[in-house]
């Protein structure tokens, strides 16, 4: 598997010989021209660079010499081309949001009588948005400062150049609502996610998850046909799309405004918490502009399924009903990570335990939310949905990070475990009462603590290292020798997911200590360290496949579709579609 690495993307002012530019200088150059014509260029390159599909978040090198001539001016072509054999992004995702959030801050609806942005223009726009793309590096004292420091630099740019499928995120999520909490306990179903949808929006979930798969189904198909700066480029979706189906024109409308802005209609927005606070545009992450609907984020657009159902109803609840909500979506996170195994994992190779409990001064307790045993080594996973605040993720604030990091993946808050110090305690508790554990102990001789998160942070560069140091620190040598314990590892749900294909024939103990020997310090991507982490799409996951298909099947007969309205999907078994007309 080819691995992530770090590459140097080329800014504005190495280009031209100039001090790096300002904030400022930005927004000066953006107050030119007309706002919508800058977020509407935006929506075309987006396009024609193929952002989002498989994960893709940098314009390859043949796109990259077809689109120079026309971004840029004659007297800086020549070097720019230059840049493309030294392997130096020009262009990338991050520049359109950058340059998309900066226009929406301006108070465009003031603005629109100015000029159209001309094409030659844009180049420099996008290159003057990458360097502003970053935060000075700033030496600190103290180890777990800074290492708390490096995490807060790097997961901004983690995040926006994501090595995973954004069409994997909603079909996880898709799962989530079909698949998991259907066979959920009844205790753990702590609110009717149907009901409180439906509640606040007026429509249903599943229509609503039917209208998000539509629209990602025209920006796949907008995004696979050829594109050439020559070629007009179709960005823009139309409610006319849905002509043929049973939609009402007032749910139309309604499904519209969950994911639009306009204009005209915009409130003024506060400044940004910092370079990769792109909030607004995940919420609404397209552009209503005269009667057309631009796609501005492809990854956004297909995030905004779970976006809805998760935070907006949770903005509504009252407080008692916001802790039930937090703790339901937590439940329904760790049955998916056991539901991955039990699907995908060899049976002989990778054995579940799910939830093993033990019994402490006459109550059960749970021992971690998973126990794999592979031969003598048993894998013990705590599954966190450890979501990272915006106030936090985008402040580049290494105190702010630290914080986050112990109360929600090392320490806790109160008498609360989470992550590290309940894998410490799981050690503790087999180590005092082996004998509660006669299921799956006997014959084990390693054990590998595990910390999955569903948000990126767990697969972010340094993490691990912070969390495994935490963990050492407090692991006692002298009271577990009977077994090794190996370093701790922490990964992202979308590293786990683009990984399980390996476990087919090979045991998961395999793949975490081939990661834990390859980065000895722990400190890069769990996927740079891994020789089983697939980029972009997750392959070969056949139950993912199959719930595509039943989408695409719910998504025609709810509808009222014909098959050749909006062209045949066809699957194939690495979870890539394509349209048939």
Request: hydrophobic share 45%; glycine share 4%; with cysteine.
């Amino acid at each position: 598997m080819a691995s992530p690495k770090l590459k140097m993307w080329v800014p504005w002012s190495e280009l031209i010989g100039s001090p790096h530019g300002t904030v400022e200088e930005f927004r000066t150059i953006l107050g030119k021209y007309a706002p919508s014509s800058l977020l509407k260029a935006s929506a075309r390159l987006s396009v024609a660079f193929n952002y989002g599909l498989e994960g893709r978040t940098v314009a390859d090198t043949a796109t990259t010499l077809k689109w120079i001539p026309e971004l840029f001016t004659p007297d800086v072509m020549e070097k720019t081309r230059s840049f493309t054999g030294q392997d130096r992004p020009l262009f990338f995702q991050a520049q359109l949001r950058y340059l998309d959030a900066e226009v929406i801050r301006l108070n465009p609806a003031s603005s629109e009588g100015l000029p159209v942005v001309p094409n030659h223009m844009l180049g420099e726009i996008l290159l003057r948005a990458g360097e502003l793309l970053y935060k000075p590096h700033v030496q600190l004292a103290d180890e777990y400062d800074a290492m708390a420091n490096l995490i807060a630099e790097f997961l901004p740019t983690y995040e926006i150049t994501s090595p995973m499928d954004p069409f994997f995120q909603f079909l996880r999520f898709y799962i989530f609502l079909t698949k998991i909490i259907p066979k959920m306990a009844a205790h753990l179903k702590l609110f009717d996610v149907n009901v409180e949808f439906e509640k606040l929006f007026g429509f249903s979930l599943g229509r609503y998850t039917n209208f998000i798969a539509s629209v990602a189904l025209h920006a796949q198909q907008a995004r696979k046909t050829t594109t050439s700066p020559d070629a007009a480029i179709n960005a823009s979706f139309q409610q006319i799309w849905f002509k043929n189906t049973t939609l009402t024109v007032e749910e139309i409308e309604q499904m519209f405004k969950t994911v639009c802005f306009s204009l005209a209609e915009l409130a003024p927005q506060s400044d940004p918490i910092g370079y990769a606070d792109f909030e607004f545009l995940r919420d609404r992450p397209y552009l209503l502009h005269e009667h057309e609907m631009f796609l501005l984020d492809y990854e956004f657009a297909l995030t905004k399924l779970e976006s809805a159902v998760v935070w907006r109803i949770l903005r509504t609840l009252p407080e008692k009903k916001k802790l039930d909500s937090l703790s339901f979506w937590g439940y329904v996170f760790e049955e998916y990570v056991t539901w991955l195994f039990d699907i995908y994992a060899s049976k002989t190779l990778n054995v579940v335990h799910k939830s093993p409990t033990y019994i402490e001064n006459g109550n059960t307790k749970q021992l971690c939310d998973v126990v794999i045993v592979c031969g003598s080594t048993a894998i013990m996973i705590e599954a966190k949905l450890a979501t990272c605040p915006v106030g936090v993720k985008y402040s580049a604030d290494y105190l702010k990070m630290r914080k986050y990091l112990e109360d929600k993946l090392v320490t806790g808050t109160g008498t609360r475990r989470v992550g590290v110090s309940q894998l410490l305690n799981a050690i503790h508790i087999i180590v005092k009462v082996p004998e509660q554990f006669s299921l799956w102990l006997p014959g084990i001789k390693k054990l590998i603590p595990v910390i999955v998160t569903k948000d990126d942070i767990g697969s972010s560069w340094v993490v691990n290292a912070y969390l495994n140091r935490r963990f050492k620190d407090q692991l006692n040598n002298k009271k577990h020798k009977k077994y090794v314990v190996t370093p701790l590892v922490s990964m992202s749900i979308s590293s786990m997911e683009r990984l399980m294909w390996a476990l087919k024939d090979k045991p998961f103990s395999e793949i975490v200590e081939q990661r834990i020997q390859s980065d000895k310090a722990l400190a890069s991507p769990f996927e740079a360290a891994s020789d089983f982490v697939a980029q972009g799409v997750a392959p070969k996951l056949h139950a993912h496949v199959e719930a595509y298909k039943e989408l695409a099947d719910e998504l025609v007969k709810d509808f009222g579709m014909e098959k050749g309205d909006v062209g045949q999907l066809e699957i194939t078994d690495d979870l890539k579609a394509k349209v048939v007309p």
